[in-house]
Nanobody, 126 residues
């Protein structure tokens, strides 16, 4: 069992930046591949970014590529999402998710993830 707690959300103007954090507890963090997803009102949850267990490989949705950066610190049991040049369409609840290192399924598929945080709200004003 892994517990995930997101933080760092808030209200920011368009063009601004935020850094989300997701702290994990319960099991060896490096045993998990991690992802960030988001869900806007009335829309389905969508993939934002993913990172391999070692941090060597990262994956991004086209909509955030070049603006967002995912990273992890296995010593701190934390994964980060640095969000730059934010746009109003980035407004959503952002969720951290974890799946076993042995699960080689697509990072983009939310059904591949076993554990989820409670989410943190990001609001970008125009």
């Amino acid at each position: 069992q892994v517990q995930l707690v997101e933080s760092g959300g808030g209200l920011v103007q368009a063009g601004g930046s935020l850094r989300l954090s997701c702290a994990a507890s319960g099991r060896t963090f490096s045993n998990y591949r991690m992802g960030w997803f988001r869900q806007a009102p009335g829309k389905e949850r969508e993939f934002v970014a993913g990172i391999s267990w070692s941090g060597a490989r990262t994956y991004y949705a086209d909509s955030v590529k070049g603006r967002f950066s995912i990273s992890r610190d296995n010593a701190k049991n934390t994964v980060y999402l640095q969000m730059n040049t934010l746009k109003p369409e980035d407004t959503a609840v952002y969720y951290c998710a974890a799946r076993s290192r042995e699960n080689s399924g697509s990072y983009y598929d939310n059904r591949q993830y076993d554990y989820w945080g409670q989410g943190t709200q990001v609001t970008v004003s125009s």
